[in-house]
């Protein structure tokens, strides 16, 4: 942060700084609760606009049990946090970190005659 010194400063250009500055404030307050208002519990639309995906193809995820799901009465619901986390089990490794592994296992292996 710059230090500013202040000698002379007419009240219209005060108002104008504080004015900024709780534009500012109030930006940061309003998108950090607009992130805590996200629904955790996503109906079958959502979850589909979520991933991206049509709605029949999240009914075909979860007739084959491979999307986590709840089920209550003739509803599905989805955790926002556990699909997050399945999406991310799905993650496929590049060469470079599959180069490191066998590299980290060649060098700590014993050899076998």
Same mark, same amino acid.
């Given at each position: 942060? $710059?230090? &500013?010194? !202040?000698?002379?400063?007419?009240?219209?250009?005060?108002?104008?700084?504080?004015? =900024?500055?709780? +534009? /500012?404030?109030?930006?940061?307050? *309003?998108?950090?609760? $607009? $992130? #805590?208002?996200?629904? /955790?519990?996503?109906? !079958?639309?959502? *979850?589909?606009? @979520?991933?991206?995906?049509? *709605?029949?193809? !999240?009914? =075909?995820? &979860?007739? +084959?049990?491979? !999307?986590? @799901?709840?089920? /209550? =009465?003739?509803?599905?619901?989805?955790? /926002? #946090?556990? *699909?997050?986390?399945?999406?991310?089990? =799905? +993650?496929?490794?590049?060469?470079?970190?599959?180069?490191?592994? &066998? #590299?980290? @296992?060649?060098?700590?292996?014993?050899?076998?005659?």
């Amino acid at each position: 942060m $710059q230090a &500013v010194t !202040i000698t002379q400063i007419t009240p219209s250009e005060l108002e104008s700084l504080i004015e =900024g500055s709780l +534009k /500012r404030l109030l930006t940061t307050q *309003v998108s950090e609760n $607009q $992130q #805590d208002t996200q629904p /955790r519990l996503l109906n !079958i639309s959502q *979850v589909a606009e @979520y991933l991206t995906l049509s *709605v029949p193809t !999240i009914y =075909g995820l &979860v007739s +084959k049990s491979q !999307i986590p @799901y709840m089920k /209550r =009465g003739k509803r599905l619901y989805f955790s /926002r #946090d556990e *699909v997050s986390e399945w999406v991310k089990r =799905g +993650k496929r490794k590049t060469i470079e970190e599959i180069n490191s592994e &066998v #590299d980290s @296992y060649l060098m700590t292996s014993t050899k076998r005659n």
